[in-house]
């Protein structure tokens, strides 16, 4: 089976290459990849190459493809794995692995397994650990983004409260609390708002902050402070640069009760002391952000963690109940992973937009592998629309979603390109 893929050989060396796959033995899955969304760990891993923990020595002489947020169609299965897999299955897959010890996961370690390519070779350790699963959902979109909202999920799982009486944590945000998320507009942000409006036990006020007012203004249009009211949150976008002392604004925000939960969603020193200096009494502050300096510090309140039981962790990525819970709440529309999405864009945009990711504005950069497309923000669609028929019914079917992309939009493109 021929394949067509974004390789990865060392720093910044990163090339879109056509070669032959061998052939699946029993214990392996051959699947057509359709959609990937891409990570900013993607990139993190191109800038440090074989010094990245998951990337193999040799990747200069064996390269790994990139990707790890990918869905498609399984084509072929072995032998051992026939009772549980057939051809033909839409297929999600977790790529948080942790086999026997390893760090290997796709994207990052595997010559024929990642995700920003046209067909790949899925391991007997993902079947083993239960990490692919059969997707029954009708948008590929949505189970390629299960894997980043299943990292926001494992966020809100991983924190915990304790209590005075026992030794007992209790898992997950408190109920009825105040939450905060700071730098929390980005597509993980968003996914972490949405999320936070399908919980059984939900907050009672979530805060969500950002120095970008464009940012603000595209979360308040997609999901705005009403749609939570009616949920019972009160959500409050907050812009610090609104206030002399945004500190005490946040504070206040919570009748000087402080937060019980805070997500740190940007790797900065100061945004995490702030975060600290904001905790309620037992409140849990979640770094949730990955830095790339293996020497990030910041000061914290000993103080505060001894006397008023304070408390710091970090999570990343999710595991495999998350991601079902995730792709079960998104086939309810409980949940909408829409909102991460700003780009779209073909195999051969994959690349050079992994290499410049950070300096893309927007969320979530969806790639669809089959198709040759450059990297397009939605937001484009109707000025390139008056030329290209093909934005032109992109901008419109968008349009009927609030500016989002959807499944309608992703089964026209595919139809387009005869994928």
């Known amino acids: 089976m021929e394949t067509k893929a974004v390789r990865l050989y060392g720093v910044n060396d990163v090339r879109l290459e056509t070669f032959e796959l061998p052939e699946i033995k029993d214990d392996e899955i051959l699947v057509k990849v359709v959609s990937d ?29 990139l990707g790890h947020e990918f869905a498609g169609d399984i084509i072929k299965v072995g032998k051992k794995w026939q009772d549980q897999f057939k051809p033909g299955q839409k297929f999600a897959q977790q790529p948080a692995l942790n086999y026997k010890g390893s760090l290997a996961s796709p994207g990052y370690s595997y010559p ?26 009708d948008s590929y979109y949505s189970a390629s983004l299960g894997e980043p909202m299943s990292c926001v999920i494992g966020g809100f799982n991983a924190n915990y409260h304790t209590n005075k009486r026992n030794y007992d944590h209790e898992m997950g ?5 105040y939450l905060l998320i700071l730098g929390g507009t980005g597509p993980m942000g968003l996914g972490a708002i949405d999320y936070a409006g399908a919980l059984e036990k939900k907050p009672k006020m979530v805060v969500v902050t950002d120095i970008s007012q464009d940012r603000l203004d595209r979360a308040k249009k997609v999901l705005p402070e009403t749609k939570m009211k009616e949920k019972g949150i009160e959500l409050v976008y907050f812009n610090p640069n609104d206030y002399d002392d945004d500190e005490q ?7 000087g009760h402080g937060y019980d939960d805070v997500f740190v969603y940007v790797p900065v020193k100061d945004l995490a002391e702030q975060g600290n200096r904001l905790l309620a009494f037992d409140g849990c502050l ?5 830095p790339t300096d293996k020497n990030f510090l910041a000061n914290i309140n000993l103080y505060d963690v001894h006397y008023t039981s304070t408390h710091i962790m970090g999570t990343t990525g999710g595991n495999n109940d998350d991601l079902i819970e995730a792709l079960d709440l998104a086939s309810k529309g409980l949940i909408n992973p829409s909102l991460m999405i700003t780009h779209i864009g073909g195999l051969n ?43 032109k019914a992109l901008d419109l079917l968008c349009e009927k979603y609030n500016g989002l992309w959807n499944k309608e939009a992703e089964h026209y493109l595919l139809n387009y390109f005869n994928v």
């Open 249 to 255: 604004a946040l504070m206040d925000l919570t009748n």
């Open 173 to 177: 945000i408190k109920e009825g609390g």
């Open 349 to 391: 945009s994959a690349g050079e937009t992994t290499k410049n990711l950070p300096n893309i504005p927007g969320g979530k950069k969806l790639i669809y592998t089959h198709i040759e497309l450059p990297l397009t923000a939605i937001e484009d669609f109707k000025a390139l629309g008056q030329d290209n028929e093909l934005f």
């Open 37 to 65: 969304s891409i990570c900013m760990s993607s990139y993190k891993t191109i800038i440090q190459g074989a010094n990245h923990k998951r990337v193999p020595d040799n990747v200069h002489e064996n390269p790994i493809i």
């Open 112 to 137: 024929y397994f990642g995700g920003d390519c046209t067909y790949c070779i899925i391991p007997q350790e993902v079947m083993e650990l239960g990490c692919l699963m059969v997707y029954e959902g």
């Open 286 to 290: 979640n770094v949730f952000a990955g």
